[in-house]
């Protein structure tokens, strides 16, 4: 992996969330001051994303928090004694703001005070069957938020702008594996819209204002802390109370699974190589971070009754609005630009994941 650099400031949205948590680990453990926005929504168990929180809190040096959804109308120059972190070990230091992506006012305090050198947007609002019915908290964090992200970089030229897609950008394509090159109008879900969204204006701000930027298109991110919305995690709770488990397209579906390691050694490989300019006037790239291996739906139903020694209780179902059969990440410019692949198991990653669920569960 990528030798992280500890001399410059990294800016990480999304830093209660599920990768936004993982990645601040491994800054914070290579030394870095980091600073990490999130507004630690409901849409799944806070009582997760504190933990994760907590686990930063003991893994920094030095750690400070702002509350920036109270106190909406100050500068974190009024609620931070900004020379005193600045003149803290700044090694290993963590600064933490509660705030929301969508506010203007937020972001600019935040590249006004710390001028970040880095900036990994990974907060937004996930889940492909939730965006059908709440569609707007879609546009005020993937959207709006983005689009905030994007101006502050403008304003305060930042080294490397790094953020998150989607694997369901590619919708119903049928020709797999699914290539950066591949055309990706036809999305299933507006997740999907917004994502691919994110990327159109990133391109546009990249060539107007001269801002690197790489978009990491991720397929179907697994772990331990992982998001209880997510399939796997949501079989685990079912099989482990009893209760039936959902299976769509009558179990006649493939995923492209990708532990949390192997994206945080993408996304640390990716941060220190800005993009060159594409021969059309924009330093920007994107990138697909999967395993290069779809699974049938059932193997990971059957591996993970393995390991919970567990047998499913089973409902097939049709097909659901939003979901695609199939992703499958050709994976050769990773590999190609950074010698990277991602290489983590189906069989290791779910096993790591139930040890550190019955830990989790008081199993």
């Known amino acids: 992996m990528e030798k992280i650099d500890n001399t410059k400031i990294y800016f990480v949205t999304g830093a209660a969330g599920f990768i936004g948590f993982y990645l601040s680990k491994k800054l914070l453990e290579n030394g870095c001051f980091v600073v990490g926005l999130d507004n630690v929504n409901d849409y799944y168990d806070v ?105 502050c970089c403008r304003q305060y030229k930042v080294e490397h702008l790094v953020f998150a897609s989607s694997s369901s950008v590619y919708g119903g394509n049928t020709k797999v594996p699914f290539s950066t090159d591949d055309k990706v109008d036809e999305p299933v879900s507006l997740y999907a819209a917004t994502k691919k969204s994110d990327e159109l204006m990133a391109h546009a701000y990249s060539k107007l204002y001269d801002i690197p930027a790489t978009g990491l298109r991720f397929f179907t991110v697994y772990g331990p802390m992982g998001r209880p919305d997510m399939a796997y995690y949501k079989f685990t709770d079912k099989i482990v109370n009893g209760q039936t488990i959902q299976i769509y397209n009558n179990g006649d579906m493939r995923r492209d699974f990708t532990y949390i390691d192997d994206i945080i050694k993408g996304i640390c490989n990716v941060i220190f190589h800005p993009p060159i300019d594409n021969g059309k006037g924009a330093r920007y790239k994107i990138y697909n971070i999967g395993n290069n291996h779809p699974e049938p739906l059932m193997d990971m139903v059957r591996l993970l009754e393995k390991y919970l020694k567990i047998e499913a209780k089973k409902e097939f179902l049709p097909m659901q609005p939003g979901d695609v059969y199939q992703t499958y990440a050709d994976t050769s410019d990773l590999e190609k630009n950074f010698g990277f692949k991602p290489s983590t198991s189906l069989e290791e990653g779910l096993r790591k994941f139930v040890d550190w669920y019955f830990e989790y569960k008081n199993l």
Not at 48 to 71: G, H, M, W
Not at 98 to 103: E, F, P, R, T, V
Not at 137 to 147: A, D, P
Request: charged share 25%; net charge negative; hydrophobic share 35%.
């Open 47 to 151: 009582s997760l994303k504190e933990q994760r929180l907590c686990i930063l809190e003991q893994t920094s040096s030095v750690y400070k928090t702002a509350d920036l959804l109270e106190n909406d109308n100050k500068a974190l120059s009024e609620l931070f004694n900004l020379d005193d972190i600045k003149n803290d070990n700044r090694k290993g230091q963590f600064i933490f703001i509660k705030g929301d992506l969508s506010n203007r006012n937020t972001l600019k305090s935040i590249f006004a005070s710390f001028h970040p050198d880095y900036v990994i947007n990974l907060a937004a609002q996930a889940g492909v069957r939730y965006s059908i019915d709440h569609p707007d908290s879609y546009i005020e964090s993937n959207i709006i938020g983005f689009y905030n992200i994007l101006e």
